[in-house]
């Protein structure tokens, strides 16, 4: 017995050791490039907060930019103009992304399915500032900027991410929901509207949180159809209307430190709302997932 | 339950030593694994005796597979496992302090129900945990006597850089077989080897077991009766005892199969 | 469904739309420098030379050298958050990492100029500089703007997208084929790169292709820290310009037809390069789940 314990001894040899400790340095890299990442999002984060915090005040929020030499002044125009230009954005890509998306799920033969979803991602991968270009030759040649231009370009934005989410929350519709509307003798479009699509509501709206959050800090597409700019607030989609992330974009370029605080300060107001929806998003779509799996 | 020691029945074919002379390779004591507050198979007092093929068979659910994965330590990778009761192996516990999963894998080798094979060539299955364990001297040699071992080398000894994949259920668990037996184990583990498997395969691999207990100890786990009376020297019977929490398994006979 | 067909009809004459007006405002900058622009260097506006190569080596380097780290780091994540975090930390790492991507890049870009670039140009440039200015990399003299600037930044948006695409491919491999990987006495690690990683190579290699394609279109935080400069220099803390910074540079002060229009030439080889590496990663992703299926 005492040969044979010595024999199969459990004991890690010197290359089990090495192997060992090539495995805890694996994982501690490993490790160090979460934790990295973690820190890097912190540091950001900490910095906008900072720098912004001390930018924030009343007028901030109600006046626009002082007339140059002055202090003070604030970026309600800024502001306005975010509103309007993502809430026009939405109306455009909201409706349009589900009709995609339903097309895709429910009626589309499969070849053609794949082919839009090809399409989708494609358009996904496109880099903003083409998309900024494209709407400016489209439709700000010839005739000027104005908000709703910059409101298209951001809808093209967000059609793909809509349109995805849309296809995630209608796959997980149970089939026997729509079986059982069918065999009911109803069409396919009232099974859809009356049962498909109200399960998914949920789901869709939680994906259009996540496009609006990503509408409101894109920046490329409003360079050239929205950003010449009359230091005014409006909200008539006709006239051309500063956005948040552009004046931020603006404002970094001066090299007046009063400008960068605000830039700070808008950044602060921004992150905070992508961060707040991109977080609520997140836990809304977990549990009307959890509650579709059910 | 009890210890029970193996019953001696005299086998006419049988000229080797009876279980009691051998050395106990795994002694289980009281040997209970929960997976979270459920226990799976309970208070089990079992030995595994040196070259022979012993079976643990019962209803499923009895957690005849939590018992085998328990001596190699492959409950480790379910985080809820919880392991109580003492492993064995030769004497020494193999959930003691300071032992290292790693090591006990490293002699305890295991086939699992469905073939597995990694994504690899035929070659590089086998080869690959000889290269890990640091057993890459004479690596041709290791693999065609691996695969000559697991009755394979003749279907691929010319195809051998292709992939796995290609091979039929029996033969990829063949060469599973292959692949645990490279690495020179004390013991090989298979959970149900056979199972996914047509009959014919089967067989092959139920032939290879009567070979392969001379250089190795198997332990073998099925729910065919056929199977452990063909196969098996020493069959361990594990039954469900019902609880309100549902069932747990424990042994509750052990002998010479009949 | 006439509605959802001629929607989703719409968004393929998008795509298509697109791709012909780039085409269409370019074309007076391609009939007066014809493809000879791809690879004239420099953008003089005064005499009318317009050409992209000083860009497209500005987009080339900053990418790949963004790829070159954000490769490793990403894979270390995913293999992280699948394989080596303890379970509790797993959901709270991913979304932290996820929240990473939802940083708009105007405010990374602004991070960039004002935290980043002072802190990289006054600390590690000099450090570097010091130690290893031999090397052409690290000569010329330290900024707080220019390209190991841009790398950064664009290493920080490239990361939580590969990462969680990684995330995703490595909890997806069988847990059959890791068992069998481990009984054979193998470590974690030993596991990951002997099974894991073979296992998901063809959709790690999109992942990371797709992470390409967003630095190469990176407009706004990369005219932020790039420092929009000329000429094709090997140096780190040189400035540049990409072919995505240059347009959005410039394009608002662009006051002739040529100069919009070369922009706009500018844009479009932008858009060919995105296409082609969007559809590489799209058709990786296409064959590998066949690959996987058939496999089998």
Request: aromatic share 6%; with cysteine; hydrophobic share 50%.
């Given at each position: 017995?005492?040969?044979?314990?010595?024999?199969?001894?459990?004991?890690?040899?010197?290359?089990?050791?090495?192997?060992?400790?090539?495995?805890v340095a694996m994982q501690g890299l490993a490790t160090l490039a979460a934790l990295s990442a973690v820190a890097v999002l912190a540091l950001v984060i900490v910095s906008v907060a900072q720098r912004g915090a001390a930018a924030l005040n009343l007028d901030f929020f109600t006046k626009t930019a002082?007339t140059f030499g002055e202090s003070g002044g604030g970026v309600a125009n800024a502001l306005v103009g975010s509103l309007v230009l993502v809430t026009l954005a939405t109306a455009l890509a909201l409706p349009i992304g589900v009709l995609i998306a339903?097309?895709?799920?429910?009626?589309?033969?499969?070849?053609?399915?794949?082919?839009?979803?090809?399409?989708?991602?494609?358009?996904?991968?496109?880099?903003?500032?083409?998309?900024?270009?494209?709407?400016?030759?489209?439709?700000?040649?010839?005739?000027?900027?104005?908000?709703?231009?910059?409101?298209?370009?951001?809808?093209?934005?967000?059609?793909?991410?809509?349109?995805?989410?849309?296809?995630?929350?209608?796959?997980?519709?149970?089939?026997?929901?729509?079986?059982?509307?069918?065999?009911?003798?109803?069409?396919?479009?009232?099974?859809?509207?009356?049962?498909?699509?109200?399960?998914?509501?949920?789901?869709?709206?939680?994906?259009?949180?996540?496009?609006?959050?990503?509408?409101?800090?894109?920046?490329?597409?409003?360079?050239?159809?929205?950003?010449?700019?009359?230091?005014?607030?409006?909200?008539?989609?006709?006239?051309?209307?500063?956005?948040?992330?552009?004046?931020?974009?603006?404002?970094?370029?001066?090299?007046?430190?009063?400008?960068?605080?605000?830039?700070?300060?808008?950044?602060?107001?921004?992150?905070?709302?992508?961060?707040?929806?991109?977080?609520?998003?997140?836990?809304?779509?977990?549990?009307?997932?959890?509650?579709?799996?059910? | 339950?009890?210890?029970?020691?193996?019953?001696?029945?005299?086998?006419?074919?049988?000229?080797?030593?009876?279980?009691?002379?051998?050395?106990?390779?795994?002694?289980?004591?009281?040997?209970?694994?929960?997976?979270?507050?459920?226990?799976?198979?309970?208070?089990?007092?079992?030995?595994?005796?040196?070259?022979?093929?012993?079976?643990?068979?019962?209803?499923?659910?009895?957690?005849?597979?939590?018992?085998?994965?328990?001596?190699?330590?492959?409950?480790?990778?379910?985080?809820?496992?919880?392991?109580?009761?003492?492993?064995?192996?030769?004497?020494?516990?193999?959930?003691?302090?300071?032992?290292?999963?790693?090591?006990?894998?490293?002699?305890?080798?295991?086939?699992?129900?469905?073939?597995?094979?990694?994504?690899?060539?035929?070659?590089?299955?086998?080869?690959?945990?000889?290269?890990?364990?640091?057993?890459?001297?004479?690596?041709?040699?290791?693999?065609?006597?691996?695969?000559?071992?697991?009755?394979?080398?003749?279907?691929?000894?010319?195809?051998?850089?292709?992939?796995?994949?290609?091979?039929?259920?029996?033969?990829?668990?063949?060469?599973?077989?292959?692949?645990?037996?490279?690495?020179?184990?004390?013991?090989?583990?298979?959970?149900?080897?056979?199972?996914?498997?047509?009959?014919?395969?089967?067989?092959?691999?139920?032939?290879?077991?009567?070979?392969?207990?001379?250089?190795?100890?198997?332990?073998?786990?099925?729910?065919?009766?056929?199977?452990?009376?063909?196969?098996?020297?020493?069959?361990?019977?594990?039954?469900?005892?019902?609880?309100?929490?549902?069932?747990?398994?424990?042994?509750?006979?052990?002998?010479?199969?009949? | 469904?006439?509605?959802?067909?001629?929607?989703?009809?719409?968004?393929?004459?998008?795509?298509?739309?697109?791709?012909?007006?780039?085409?269409?405002?370019?074309?007076?900058?391609?009939?007066?420098?014809?493809?000879?622009?791809?690879?004239?260097?420099?953008?003089?506006?005064?005499?009318?030379?317009?050409?992209?190569?000083?860009?497209?080596?500005?987009?080339?380097?900053?990418?790949?050298?963004?790829?070159?780290?954000?490769?490793?780091?990403?894979?270390?994540?995913?293999?992280?958050?699948?394989?080596?975090?303890?379970?509790?930390?797993?959901?709270?790492?991913?979304?932290?990492?996820?929240?990473?991507?939802?940083?708009?890049?105007?405010?990374?870009?602004?991070?960039?100029?004002?935290?980043?670039?002072?802190?990289?140009?006054?600390?590690?440039?000099?450090?570097?500089?010091?130690?290893?200015?031999?090397?052409?990399?690290?000569?010329?003299?330290?900024?707080?703007?220019?390209?190991?600037?841009?790398?950064?930044?664009?290493?920080?948006?490239?990361?939580?997208?590969?990462?969680?695409?990684?995330?995703?491919?490595?909890?997806?491999?069988?847990?059959?084929?890791?068992?069998?990987?481990?009984?054979?006495?193998?470590?974690?690690?030993?596991?990951?790169?002997?099974?894991?990683?073979?296992?998901?190579?063809?959709?790690?290699?999109?992942?990371?292709?797709?992470?390409?394609?967003?630095?190469?279109?990176?407009?706004?935080?990369?005219?932020?820290?790039?420092?929009?400069?000329?000429?094709?220099?090997?140096?780190?803390?040189?400035?540049?310009?990409?072919?995505?910074?240059?347009?959005?540079?410039?394009?608002?002060?662009?006051?002739?037809?040529?100069?919009?229009?070369?922009?706009?030439?500018?844009?479009?080889?932008?858009?060919?390069?995105?296409?082609?590496?969007?559809?590489?990663?799209?058709?990786?992703?296409?064959?590998?789940?066949?690959?996987?299926?058939?496999?089998?």
């Amino acid at each position: 017995m005492t040969t044979d314990a010595a024999r199969f001894t459990l004991a890690p040899s010197r290359r089990t050791k090495r192997r060992k400790l090539v495995n805890v340095a694996m994982q501690g890299l490993a490790t160090l490039a979460a934790l990295s990442a973690v820190a890097v999002l912190a540091l950001v984060i900490v910095s906008v907060a900072q720098r912004g915090a001390a930018a924030l005040n009343l007028d901030f929020f109600t006046k626009t930019a002082a007339t140059f030499g002055e202090s003070g002044g604030g970026v309600a125009n800024a502001l306005v103009g975010s509103l309007v230009l993502v809430t026009l954005a939405t109306a455009l890509a909201l409706p349009i992304g589900v009709l995609i998306a339903l097309y895709v799920s429910e009626f589309a033969p499969p070849r053609v399915a794949d082919l839009a979803q090809l399409v989708l991602d494609v358009l996904n991968g496109l880099p903003s500032i083409i998309i900024g270009v494209f709407v400016y030759g489209l439709l700000v040649v010839g005739s000027g900027q104005a908000a709703w231009k910059g409101s298209f370009a951001l809808a093209i934005i967000m059609l793909p991410l809509v349109a995805r989410a849309t296809q995630e929350v209608l796959a997980l519709v149970p089939p026997t929901l729509r079986e059982g509307a069918l065999a009911l003798g109803a069409s396919r479009w009232r099974t859809v509207l009356g049962v498909v699509l109200p399960t998914s509501v949920g789901g869709i709206l939680t994906g259009t949180v996540l496009a609006v959050a990503r509408a409101a800090g894109e920046t490329a597409p409003l360079l050239f159809t929205t950003s010449i700019v009359a230091n005014t607030v409006t909200w008539d989609p006709r006239q051309p209307m500063l956005s948040i992330p552009l004046s931020i974009f603006q404002l970094s370029e001066s090299p007046d430190p009063a400008d960068h605080a605000r830039a700070w300060a808008l950044a602060l107001v921004l992150l905070s709302f992508i961060l707040v929806a991109s977080l609520t998003a997140r836990t809304l779509l977990a549990r009307s997932r959890r509650k579709l799996e059910r | 339950m009890r210890t029970v020691a193996p019953i001696e029945i005299a086998q006419p074919h049988e000229a080797s030593l009876s279980a009691s002379d051998r050395e106990a390779v795994f002694e289980t004591r009281g040997l209970t694994v929960s997976y979270g507050k459920v226990p799976a198979v309970s208070n089990v007092d079992l030995s595994i005796y040196r070259n022979l093929v012993t079976a643990i068979i019962g209803p499923s659910g009895c957690g005849k597979s939590t018992f085998l994965r328990s001596l190699n330590r492959m409950n480790d990778l379910v985080p809820s496992a919880k392991v109580e009761g003492e492993v064995l192996y030769h004497g020494q516990n193999i959930y003691g302090d300071g032992v290292d999963p790693v090591e006990v894998r490293r002699r305890i080798g295991m086939v699992f129900q469905k073939p597995n094979p990694f994504p690899k060539s035929i070659y590089d299955n086998v080869a690959w945990g000889l290269r890990v364990l640091g057993m890459k001297d004479d690596l041709d040699s290791r693999v065609e006597r691996a695969l000559t071992q697991a009755a394979l080398w003749d279907e691929v000894k010319d195809r051998l850089k292709k992939g796995a994949f290609g091979l039929s259920g029996g033969q990829q668990q063949r060469l599973c077989l292959a692949r645990a037996i490279a690495v020179e184990p004390d013991v090989v583990l298979l959970d149900e080897p056979a199972s996914a498997l047509d009959p014919i395969a089967t067989s092959k691999i139920e032939d290879l077991m009567h070979e392969l207990k001379n250089d190795y100890t198997l332990v073998i786990v099925t729910h065919n009766m056929q199977q452990a009376a063909r196969v098996a020297d020493l069959t361990a019977f594990f039954t469900l005892e019902r609880t309100e929490q549902g069932g747990h398994g424990v042994l509750v006979e052990y002998d010479e199969t009949p | 469904m006439g509605l959802t067909g001629a929607a989703t009809l719409a968004a393929f004459l998008l795509l298509f739309g697109i791709a012909w007006k780039i085409l269409d405002l370019s074309r007076p900058a391609i009939s007066r420098y014809g493809f000879g622009f791809i690879t004239h260097q420099g953008w003089d506006a005064v005499h009318k030379q317009f050409g992209a190569l000083d860009l497209i080596w500005g987009t080339a380097i900053t990418s790949f050298l963004a790829l070159l780290i954000a490769a490793p780091v990403s894979i270390a994540i995913g293999l992280y958050l699948s394989e080596l975090a303890p379970r509790g930390f797993r959901l709270i790492i991913s979304t932290l990492v996820e929240l990473l991507a939802a940083i708009p890049s105007v405010v990374l870009g602004l991070w960039g100029i004002l935290v980043l670039g002072p802190f990289v140009g006054a600390h590690i440039e000099p450090w570097l500089h010091r130690h290893l200015g031999f090397i052409p990399l690290f000569s010329g003299s330290p900024q707080n703007v220019g390209v190991l600037i841009a790398v950064l930044v664009l290493t920080i948006m490239i990361v939580p997208i590969c990462s969680s695409i990684c995330r995703e491919l490595f909890l997806s491999v069988p847990v059959e084929l890791e068992e069998g990987a481990m009984a054979l006495g193998a470590t974690r690690w030993e596991m990951v790169r002997g099974v894991v990683l073979p296992y998901t190579r063809s959709g790690v290699s999109a992942a990371l292709i797709l992470g390409l394609g967003r630095a190469v279109g990176e407009a706004i935080a990369v005219s932020m820290v790039l420092g929009a400069g000329f000429g094709i220099h090997w140096s780190l803390f040189a400035t540049g310009d990409t072919l995505a910074s240059k347009i959005a540079n410039q394009y608002q002060s662009a006051d002739t037809d040529i100069l919009r229009s070369s922009l706009v030439y500018l844009a479009g080889i932008l858009l060919i390069i995105s296409l082609v590496v969007n559809l590489a990663a799209q058709v990786i992703v296409r064959r590998f789940s066949h690959q996987r299926v058939g496999g089998t």
